[in-house]
């Protein structure tokens, strides 16, 4: 992600600080903050007092929660949200002179939140779950979209910038991110009602029936018996429950689980072959694609050699 209009060389001049040094964009009612950090360092602190939600830029952190004590890979490509309230401490274990560490958080106040939710459960319904568009306050970190990374660079360019149509443009902006937002929780949601209840009717089922059979090719007219809908009600309903077409969402699940393997220490060859890709070139290509980096730049940046 480039921070546009705002280069590195300008944000050390304007520095105060080795360790998350901080530079602020005010919006409405939102606020962009670029963080550089030019030393390792350990157990540096953040708080929320709005909803933040980070990305990576550049380098890797380490973010420890009262869930992962021993402290999560944050890297580029990946959004971490902190709800209101919420603390956390982070690492730096690469950050250097040459090399800092950056990150940008956007502030997003609870009162729009709560707008944009009572507007989601007004035009839109998720029917499978008894579940409300209401924002749970939990952190999520997880890969984001190459829409989300999109969308994120469109907002730092406005945020950095004096466009005549800032505000009204980034009013569009924080409101797009917020449904993003909401969407991955209702997917969540989803996911997990999937796994307690696979059979609870047709769209769980082909969910379920895909999830088990990761590594086989894709079978339409196997997902519609499974459904027991036409092919087009099977896409329309992918569409709206997920966002994505069926064959999409299990290329999802396959690189997903690619990218923890070789997380988890195995090889790039290994994990395109364990998860249902018959070409290297291609997986490298699609991985590239979907997380911003290939998949031998990913192993070095989750610390495998």
Same mark, same amino acid.
């Given at each position: 992600?480039q921070i #546009?209009?705002?280069?590195?060389?300008?944000r050390?001049?304007?520095r =105060?600080l080795?360790?998350?040094?901080k530079?602020?964009?005010a919006?409405?009612?939102?606020e962009?903050?670029?963080? $550089?950090?030019? &030393?390792?360092?350990t157990?540096?602190?953040?708080?929320a007092?709005q909803l933040l939600?980070?990305?990576m830029?550049s380098?890797r952190?380490v973010m420890?929660?009262l869930r992962?004590?021993?402290g999560e890979?944050f890297?580029?490509?990946?959004?971490y949200v902190?709800?209101p309230?919420?603390y956390v401490?982070?690492d730096?274990? $690469?950050?250097?002179? #040459?090399?800092?560490t950056?990150?940008l958080?956007?502030?997003i106040?609870k009162? &729009?939140?709560?707008?944009i939710?009572?507007r989601? &459960?007004d035009?839109?319904k998720?029917e499978?779950?008894?579940?409300s568009w209401e924002?749970?306050p939990?952190i999520?970190?997880t890969?984001h979209?190459?829409?989300?990374q999109k969308?994120?660079?469109?907002?730092?360019?406005l945020?950095?910038q004096?466009?005549?149509?800032?505000?009204?443009m980034l009013?569009?902006?924080?409101t797009?991110l917020?449904?993003r937002l909401?969407?991955?929780q209702?997917?969540?949601?989803?996911?997990s009602?999937? =796994?307690?209840?696979?059979?609870a009717?047709?769209?769980?089922a082909a969910?379920?029936?895909?999830e088990?059979n990761l590594?086989?090719?894709?079978?339409v007219e =196997?997902l519609c018996r499974r459904a027991?809908?036409?092919r087009?009600?099977?896409?329309?309903?992918f569409?709206?429950q997920l966002?994505?077409?069926p064959?999409?969402?299990?290329?999802?699940?396959?690189l997903k689980?690619a990218?923890?393997a070789i997380r988890?220490?195995?090889s790039?060859?290994d994990a395109?072959?364990?998860?249902g890709?018959? $070409?290297?070139?291609h997986?490298?290509?699609?991985?590239?694609r979907?997380f911003?980096?290939?998949?031998?730049?990913?192993r070095l940046?989750?610390?495998?050699e």
């Amino acid at each position: 992600m480039q921070i #546009e209009k705002l280069s590195l060389s300008k944000r050390r001049e304007k520095r =105060q600080l080795l360790i998350e040094n901080k530079l602020r964009f005010a919006g409405p009612d939102s606020e962009l903050s670029v963080y $550089d950090t030019y &030393r390792a360092a350990t157990g540096v602190g953040l708080a929320a007092e709005q909803l933040l939600f980070c990305g990576m830029v550049s380098g890797r952190k380490v973010m420890h929660d009262l869930r992962h004590q021993e402290g999560e890979l944050f890297l580029p490509h990946e959004s971490y949200v902190m709800p209101p309230g919420d603390y956390v401490e982070i690492d730096f274990p $690469d950050a250097k002179e #040459e090399a800092p560490t950056t990150c940008l958080t956007i502030e997003i106040s609870k009162d &729009r939140i709560s707008k944009i939710s009572e507007r989601m &459960r007004d035009l839109t319904k998720l029917e499978i779950v008894d579940h409300s568009w209401e924002y749970q306050p939990r952190i999520i970190h997880t890969h984001h979209t190459t829409d989300t990374q999109k969308l994120l660079e469109k907002m730092v360019s406005l945020y950095t910038q004096n466009d005549p149509d800032k505000e009204i443009m980034l009013d569009l902006g924080v409101t797009e991110l917020v449904i993003r937002l909401l969407r991955e929780q209702g997917r969540d949601v989803l996911l997990s009602y999937c =796994q307690r209840d696979p059979d609870a009717n047709g769209i769980t089922a082909a969910i379920h029936y895909l999830e088990q059979n990761l590594c086989s090719p894709l079978d339409v007219e =196997q997902l519609c018996r499974r459904a027991c809908m036409s092919r087009s009600r099977l896409y329309v309903e992918f569409k709206k429950q997920l966002g994505c077409t069926p064959g999409e969402f299990q290329q999802q699940l396959r690189l997903k689980s690619a990218a923890e393997a070789i997380r988890g220490g195995k090889s790039v060859t290994d994990a395109c072959y364990s998860f249902g890709f018959n $070409d290297l070139s291609h997986f490298s290509r699609r991985f590239t694609r979907f997380f911003g980096c290939s998949p031998s730049q990913y192993r070095l940046q989750s610390g495998n050699e």
